[in-house]
């Protein structure tokens, strides 16, 4: 009897019978995101949602997680992902761009790591938390760095570096040098020139529908993720005639060759529209010096690097002419360039220390069985 | 509003002296108390901007919070001493900043221990001055700004440890898409790409800086109305270099080189790929699918490769690759008469002409060419015996005829009124890569027919005063 009304004592003194009993939410509230206000210290005054090691991720109302069928690779970090939209919005459904999302919309992607990520649900370690907030003045990006106990993440604008070593997907001990990127790098990769007079302005990159069209599981079983924004009345629309882009999940699982021939392009331009093209595109800061574009929907082969000269890559170009020899990956600086790990040849330029192997050797079956071109001969080079 | 306050929170957290007005808001080391701060000669006061940040010497962590937090006008004072970095300094999302340390040997950005492929500096914002620092052993760009009006890089220095090695970085000072750019009194040296690049750039002095131990020490690509004096350039494989690569929007232009020290050139070529790979060690300068561009009152010297190289863009690309669509171009072109290209709605942008080569001062040069690359070899093979002559044109685009007379100059290059140096040496390159014993025309006396002329075509050169 005494021990029944100790624990009950302290039940009450955590507020945990209270919160119970009141509401099945931990949470106090709904989110309390004001994206007009400075970010606070802490990621979980947010109230998006909570992070408990036995649990998993737990979410309040209104903060829908979801994933990417290609999604970019960042050391092999697994990300966890979810979309708030304000009570009363939505996000405009666009069939080949991001989404347009409200004002007081947030965007969360968490990096993960597990000691042994082929089973990446055991012994995880947060490590860092991407804040995307939609201002009235546009997009804000803020890091937030997981602390030692787990408990919450705090708001870390200048980023950091973490040594990792963990057992990739296939097995194999990984070394990798972590970025957690600072406020400023984030828009490396996410600003794009389609302001007003080609202004640059930080935009979100996954959530638009070719990336989103796919399965999770929200409770109840497989869902289409689309479906489900629709459902719980975060998106305003859902043509039937959806693009999808490549499962890269079927490559994960049964490896590069089993993909049929015919879907090797396919799988491969997925690949490097999410892992290239926020950058090398017409709009975005790389595309732009180097006229080399990624993007899914670039339907010229000498941009997509066919038979054309890097623009300026200094160590990158591994004694090689050409961006893109088709039928010869080895010849092929795009191919070399992703497949490296060394500093200042690898590419993407942040988030990538370690190989992607499925990724490199989707791009090398992707050039070694494109028709065969001859690029032409070394012409003379400049100089005197 | 919110942006102050939150400045005002990160520089109460991290200990940071913010000081309103110029005025040091800690009243210590200021100008002349040279405590161990670290902050001796340039502080708050000195520059006019509406906020000031000071960070100690070596306080990187200090160095990386200002930059991620710090709002427009403000200007970030780096006390002496060496910050060790990890990651780059990014700068995004502010306009008017000035970064300044204590002077190039005294405030020191390094990045000998970074293991992600960053730049040192980064930069994008209007407005922005770098001033009496160094950046070392940073493992891409040194200091690259890009998409920004209004650069300033003054007594900055970009240099890696050691000497000649393909994994430095591939830039040392790196404006690029940039307008009104000005670099001086700076040194760029030891980079595996080009030493101090200044790229798709509008407006632009580059004046009295050194680059040495480059690849490439001084380039000037795709870019419009820029001069280029008073600058040493000693022991890179390539002095100082003017051209525009194919499929850039901005169409090079009205380029001045003058006045300009181009000193022993002759560095072994490090760089681990790329087209200035292929460049010969021992090459003064080249002009390569440039317009408008003069080379005057240059001081060459031991060159051992050559001098001046005038060389077409269809020597190292074919003609459709230099197809630019007219509706994508920026900057200045309409009046440049471009050749149309095959493809409706294009102009090409590989032709080299009106170049104008006068006055400028030519020693022992072309003494012993390299056989390095296509080119080298070619020229190796030409001239075995006599010194490779001072100005080498490909006569791409030319009739060309072993009577001078009768040799066109459509192209007009205008070689004349320089001292010492061995003439113009015409070579018909697209025979040559067919027979390397066809003909090969040099004319050694100036002036000479059909390169006879001294000034450029049409109106003036412009170049901006800053």
Redesign the interface.
């Given at each position: 009897m005494l021990r029944f009304t100790q624990i009950l004592a302290s039940l009450f003194a955590v507020g945990l019978l209270v919160s119970c009993e009141s509401t099945s939410s931990p949470f106090e509230g709904p989110p309390t995101v004001d994206v007009?206000?400075?970010?606070p210290e802490s990621l979980s005054e947010l109230q998006l949602f909570l992070w408990d090691p036995g649990e998993g991720f737990v979410y309040n109302e209104r903060v829908v997680p979801y994933e990417l069928n290609t999604p970019l690779f960042s050391d092999y970090a697994l990300k966890e992902r979810a979309i708030y939209v304000p009570e009363g919005e939505t996000m405009g459904y666009d069939g080949e761009g991001v989404f347009s999302f409200p004002v007081g919309s947030v965007i969360v992607k968490t990096f993960y790591f597990a000691p042994d990520m082929r089973e990446p649900l055991v012994d995880r370690e947060l490590i860092e938390t991407r804040v995307l907030m939609h201002t009235s003045e546009g997009w804000e990006a803020w890091p937030y760095i997981w602390n030692e106990e787990q408990t919450d993440a705090v708001l870390s604008?200048?980023?950091a570096?973490r040594a990792l070593s963990f057992i990739d997907p296939q097995g194999e001990p990984r070394e990798a040098?972590y970025?957690v990127p600072?406020?400023?790098?984030c828009?490396?990769c996410h600003?794009r020139n389609i302001g007003e007079g080609g202004e640059?302005v930080l935009t979100p990159i996954g959530p638009a529908a070719r990336h989103l069209n796919r399965d999770l599981d929200y409770g109840a079983g497989a869902e289409n993720q689309l479906a489900h924004f629709l459902d719980v009345g975060i998106l305003n629309a859902l043509p039937a005639m959806t693009p999808a882009a490549f499962d890269f999940r079927r490559i994960e699982a049964d490896g590069v060759d089993a993909i049929p021939a015919a879907e090797v392009d396919f799988a491969a331009r997925s690949y490097l529209d999410a892992n290239c093209a926020h950058c090398h595109s017409p709009e975005g800061?790389a595309g732009?010096?180097s006229?080399l574009f990624l993007n899914h929907d670039n339907e010229d082969d000498?941009r997509l690097g066919v038979c054309?000269?890097?623009?300026?890559?200094?160590?990158?170009?591994?004694?090689?002419t050409y961006d893109l020899v088709p039928g010869d990956p080895e010849d092929s600086i795009l191919y070399l360039r992703v497949e490296t790990e060394e500093?200042?040849?690898?590419m993407p330029?942040?988030g990538r220390?370690v190989e992607h192997t499925m990724g490199s050797a989707l791009l090398y079956r992707w050039i070694a069985e494109m028709e065969p071109v001859d690029c032409?001969p070394?012409?003379?080079?400049?100089?005197? | 509003m919110?942006k102050t306050?939150?400045i005002l929170?990160?520089a109460l957290a991290f200990g940071l002296a913010a000081c309103d007005d110029g005025a040091p808001a800690d009243g210590d080391a200021g100008p002349g108390d040279a405590g161990s701060s670290g902050f001796e000669n340039a502080d708050c006061d000195d520059f006019d901007t509406a906020n000031c940040v000071r960070v100690e010497g070596g306080d990187a962590?200090g160095l990386?919070?200002a930059?991620?937090?710090i709002d427009s006008d403000t200007t970030i004072v780096l006390g002496a001493g060496t910050f060790e970095l990890?990651?780059?300094v990014?700068?995004?999302?502010v306009n008017t900043l000035n970064l300044v340390g204590q002077g190039m040997d005294e405030t020191i950005l390094a990045f000998t221990s970074?293991?992600?492929?960053?730049n040192g500096v980064d930069v994008?914002a209007d407005g922005f001055l770098v001033q009496d620092l160094t950046v070392l052993d940073a493992?891409?760009d040194g200091i690259r700004v890009?998409?920004s009006d209004g650069v300033t890089f003054r007594r900055i220095k970009a240099t890696w440890s050691e000497p000649g090695l393909?994994?430095n970085?591939?830039?040392g000072i790196y404006p690029?898409?940039s307008l009104n750019v000005l670099v001086e009194d700076s040194v760029a040296e030891r980079s595996?790409?080009a030493g101090l690049?200044v790229?798709?750039c509008i407006n632009v002095v580059v004046r009295n800086n050194i680059v040495r131990e480059n690849v490439a020490g001084l380039e000037i690509e795709n870019t419009q109305y820029a001069d280029v004096y008073g600058n040493l350039a000693e022991n890179n494989t390539?002095g100082i270099?003017a051209?525009d690569?194919?499929?850039?929007?901005v169409v090079g232009r009205d380029v001045r080189l003058r006045d300009n020290m181009i000193l022993n050139n002759n560095h072994e070529n490090f760089a681990?790929?790329?087209?200035v790979?292929?460049?010969?060690p021992g090459?003064?300068?080249?002009a390569?699918a440039s317009r408008r561009i003069e080379i005057t009152g240059n001081t060459y010297t031991g060159n051992q490769?050559?001098?001046?190289?005038v060389?077409s863009g269809?020597?190292?690309?074919?003609a459709s690759?230099w197809e630019l669509e007219t509706s994508t171009l920026v900057g200045d072109w309409e009046d440049l008469g471009l050749l149309e290209g095959a493809t409706p709605g294009t102009v090409t942008n590989f032709r080299t002409e009106n170049v104008v080569i006068s006055g400028n001062t030519h020693t022992d040069g072309g003494l012993a060419p390299e056989p390095?690359?296509?080119?080298?070899v070619?020229?190796r093979v030409l001239f075995t015996e006599d010194p490779?002559p001072s100005v080498?044109y490909d006569s791409i685009g030319e009739e060309f005829s072993t009577d001078p007379t009768m040799h066109t100059n459509v192209n007009r290059i205008c070689v004349g009124g320089n001292t010492g140096g061995t003439g113009v040496a015409s070579l018909d390159?697209p025979s040559q890569?067919l027979s390397p014993m066809s003909p090969i025309l040099v004319v050694a006396d100036a002036p000479f027919a059909p390169f006879d002329c001294t000034t450029i075509e049409g109106d003036p050169i412009v170049v901006p005063t800053f």
């Amino acid at each position: 009897m005494l021990r029944f009304t100790q624990i009950l004592a302290s039940l009450f003194a955590v507020g945990l019978l209270v919160s119970c009993e009141s509401t099945s939410s931990p949470f106090e509230g709904p989110p309390t995101v004001d994206v007009e206000a400075a970010p606070p210290e802490s990621l979980s005054e947010l109230q998006l949602f909570l992070w408990d090691p036995g649990e998993g991720f737990v979410y309040n109302e209104r903060v829908v997680p979801y994933e990417l069928n290609t999604p970019l690779f960042s050391d092999y970090a697994l990300k966890e992902r979810a979309i708030y939209v304000p009570e009363g919005e939505t996000m405009g459904y666009d069939g080949e761009g991001v989404f347009s999302f409200p004002v007081g919309s947030v965007i969360v992607k968490t990096f993960y790591f597990a000691p042994d990520m082929r089973e990446p649900l055991v012994d995880r370690e947060l490590i860092e938390t991407r804040v995307l907030m939609h201002t009235s003045e546009g997009w804000e990006a803020w890091p937030y760095i997981w602390n030692e106990e787990q408990t919450d993440a705090v708001l870390s604008p200048s980023g950091a570096t973490r040594a990792l070593s963990f057992i990739d997907p296939q097995g194999e001990p990984r070394e990798a040098s972590y970025l957690v990127p600072q406020r400023n790098q984030c828009s490396s990769c996410h600003v794009r020139n389609i302001g007003e007079g080609g202004e640059a302005v930080l935009t979100p990159i996954g959530p638009a529908a070719r990336h989103l069209n796919r399965d999770l599981d929200y409770g109840a079983g497989a869902e289409n993720q689309l479906a489900h924004f629709l459902d719980v009345g975060i998106l305003n629309a859902l043509p039937a005639m959806t693009p999808a882009a490549f499962d890269f999940r079927r490559i994960e699982a049964d490896g590069v060759d089993a993909i049929p021939a015919a879907e090797v392009d396919f799988a491969a331009r997925s690949y490097l529209d999410a892992n290239c093209a926020h950058c090398h595109s017409p709009e975005g800061t790389a595309g732009v010096t180097s006229q080399l574009f990624l993007n899914h929907d670039n339907e010229d082969d000498f941009r997509l690097g066919v038979c054309k000269r890097p623009g300026s890559a200094g160590g990158g170009t591994f004694g090689r002419t050409y961006d893109l020899v088709p039928g010869d990956p080895e010849d092929s600086i795009l191919y070399l360039r992703v497949e490296t790990e060394e500093v200042g040849a690898m590419m993407p330029q942040l988030g990538r220390s370690v190989e992607h192997t499925m990724g490199s050797a989707l791009l090398y079956r992707w050039i070694a069985e494109m028709e065969p071109v001859d690029c032409g001969p070394m012409m003379p080079p400049p100089g005197g | 509003m919110r942006k102050t306050t939150w400045i005002l929170m990160v520089a109460l957290a991290f200990g940071l002296a913010a000081c309103d007005d110029g005025a040091p808001a800690d009243g210590d080391a200021g100008p002349g108390d040279a405590g161990s701060s670290g902050f001796e000669n340039a502080d708050c006061d000195d520059f006019d901007t509406a906020n000031c940040v000071r960070v100690e010497g070596g306080d990187a962590q200090g160095l990386l919070d200002a930059v991620n937090t710090i709002d427009s006008d403000t200007t970030i004072v780096l006390g002496a001493g060496t910050f060790e970095l990890s990651n780059q300094v990014t700068i995004r999302g502010v306009n008017t900043l000035n970064l300044v340390g204590q002077g190039m040997d005294e405030t020191i950005l390094a990045f000998t221990s970074a293991t992600s492929q960053i730049n040192g500096v980064d930069v994008i914002a209007d407005g922005f001055l770098v001033q009496d620092l160094t950046v070392l052993d940073a493992p891409k760009d040194g200091i690259r700004v890009e998409d920004s009006d209004g650069v300033t890089f003054r007594r900055i220095k970009a240099t890696w440890s050691e000497p000649g090695l393909s994994t430095n970085g591939a830039y040392g000072i790196y404006p690029v898409r940039s307008l009104n750019v000005l670099v001086e009194d700076s040194v760029a040296e030891r980079s595996s790409d080009a030493g101090l690049y200044v790229g798709q750039c509008i407006n632009v002095v580059v004046r009295n800086n050194i680059v040495r131990e480059n690849v490439a020490g001084l380039e000037i690509e795709n870019t419009q109305y820029a001069d280029v004096y008073g600058n040493l350039a000693e022991n890179n494989t390539a002095g100082i270099v003017a051209f525009d690569l194919p499929g850039n929007p901005v169409v090079g232009r009205d380029v001045r080189l003058r006045d300009n020290m181009i000193l022993n050139n002759n560095h072994e070529n490090f760089a681990p790929g790329g087209t200035v790979a292929l460049i010969p060690p021992g090459t003064g300068t080249f002009a390569l699918a440039s317009r408008r561009i003069e080379i005057t009152g240059n001081t060459y010297t031991g060159n051992q490769t050559g001098d001046i190289a005038v060389l077409s863009g269809l020597a190292i690309e074919e003609a459709s690759v230099w197809e630019l669509e007219t509706s994508t171009l920026v900057g200045d072109w309409e009046d440049l008469g471009l050749l149309e290209g095959a493809t409706p709605g294009t102009v090409t942008n590989f032709r080299t002409e009106n170049v104008v080569i006068s006055g400028n001062t030519h020693t022992d040069g072309g003494l012993a060419p390299e056989p390095h690359g296509d080119f080298g070899v070619l020229i190796r093979v030409l001239f075995t015996e006599d010194p490779v002559p001072s100005v080498i044109y490909d006569s791409i685009g030319e009739e060309f005829s072993t009577d001078p007379t009768m040799h066109t100059n459509v192209n007009r290059i205008c070689v004349g009124g320089n001292t010492g140096g061995t003439g113009v040496a015409s070579l018909d390159v697209p025979s040559q890569l067919l027979s390397p014993m066809s003909p090969i025309l040099v004319v050694a006396d100036a002036p000479f027919a059909p390169f006879d002329c001294t000034t450029i075509e049409g109106d003036p050169i412009v170049v901006p005063t800053f």
